[in-house]
């Protein structure tokens, strides 16, 4: 009776392994191609509503209109491919919730998003616009997006949008009015699923990087030349990075890092609060007339952001990091807003604070000097960035 039992237990067993193993295998599937959508490099425009869009390496796709990939779509975007843009903020590319972008460039033949115009210029084009389920802070579950108006936020803090691997996003940024632009990549309430890596937005008319929200990891980005700020934070973005570098073009370009909280809620939940480890940021130099520049500061913290940094290189600012409001200073006391190991080079204050009254706080806790490398080189091009990257 026993070996009877045995026998029979080890059979469903093995056919649980069976059922098990099959229904993986159909869940690694690829989703089908679009039924719906079909590419066309001439006129690359339109929604993509189901299946997966392969674009082909060896076309170069203009991009006419507005490419929104939806709930249950996926767009692949393999190594070596070329869009250009050529109208404006009609031409962007928008990834809604539940739909996922998968750019596999490499670093010998990266995805490259450009201008398609003669003469090149920020602002161009608009640029990748990506909305996930993760939290948000506003105050609402979720909020419509300031550009391709796109639901974003939710509860899913592991939500996945897809990857984006060895990819350069050159002159975006394009402006619906003087307070409304696009970024070279703008995450609203992307989750941690999303798998970042080896970015680049270069010469955009607003921020590289912008963060609304939600808790993607980065690793390797870079960006250089970017007209507002070169990585900027808001709405309780949490996130894991490393290895960034920024660099600002002179006459061109305002901070770093602009760092928040939320706008309108100092004390909004869930806080803001990242760690990047392996920071270099490049400034137009400590003497630049501050009529070109709104602020010439290599870190800006505010309106109740936390987050630690680790390993910073700051290079040509004439200030170093900057603290501003009660809230956020007050995470410089209890240390859930530092960076360790800062190194300076050419910068004349390193630290500056300044309550929401307007005085002056002594913030110098924020910063431990030392020895910096920084993204992984100093000022100098880091070995990651080989091949890909350009404008250093």
Not at 372 to 378: L, Y
Request: glycine share 12%; aromatic share 10%.
């Amino acid at each position: 009776m026993k070996n009877s039992f045995l026998k029979l237990f080890g059979l469903f067993t093995m056919s649980a392994a069976v059922l098990t193993s099959c229904t993986k295998s159909e869940d690694d599937e690829p989703t089908p191609p679009s039924s719906s959508f079909v590419a066309d490099a001439n006129n690359f425009q339109g929604n993509i509503n189901d299946g997966t869009v392969t674009l082909n390496a060896s076309s170069v796709y203009k991009l006419t209109g507005k490419i929104q990939v939806n709930a249950g779509a996926t767009l692949i975007i393999p190594a070596g491919t070329r869009i250009e843009g050529t109208n404006g903020t009609s031409s962007y590319i928008a990834v809604a919730q539940g739909g996922k972008i998968n750019v596999l460039g490499t670093a010998a033949n990266p995805v490259v998003f450009t201008s398609g115009k003669a003469t090149k210029a920020a602002g161009d084009w608009g640029g990748l616009v990506i909305c996930g389920k993760a939290p948000i802070n506003i105050g609402s579950v979720t909020a419509q997006s300031e550009v391709a108006d796109l639901t974003y936020g939710g509860t899913i803090a592991n939500d996945n949008s897809g990857t984006i691997q060895y990819l350069r996003i050159e002159y975006a940024g394009a402006a619906f009015n003087a307070t409304k632009e696009f970024n070279g990549l703008s995450f609203f309430g992307v989750g941690s699923g999303t798998i970042v890596e080896n970015v680049q937005p270069l010469h955009g008319a607003d921020d590289g990087f912008e963060f609304f929200g939600g808790t993607v990891n980065t690793s390797n980005l870079v960006a250089i030349g970017n007209e507002d700020d070169q990585f900027d934070w808001t709405e309780g973005w949490n996130g894991t990075n490393t290895n960034w570098y920024g660099k600002l073009d002179f006459g061109k370009g305002n901070r770093g890092i602009e760092a928040d909280n939320y706008e309108f809620n100092f004390d909004a939940t869930p806080t803001s609060n990242p760690t990047i480890t392996n920071l270099t940021l490049i400034g137009p130099g400590s003497a630049a007339d501050t009529n070109i520049y709104t602020e010439n500061q290599a870190i800006k913290l505010r309106r109740g952001t936390k987050g630690i940094f680790t390993n910073v290189f700051l290079k040509d600012f004439k200030t170093g990091i900057d603290v501003e409001h009660d809230q956020t200073i007050s995470y410089v006391a209890n240390a859930t807003l530092k960076a360790t190991t800062v190194g300076y080079d050419g910068v004349t204050t390193p630290t500056k604070g300044k309550k929401t009254d307007g005085t002056s706080a002594d913030v110098t806790a924020v910063a431990t000097e030392g020895t910096a490398t920084g993204a992984g080189n100093g000022a100098a091009a880091p070995s990651w960035a080989t091949q890909w990257a350009v404008g250093f």
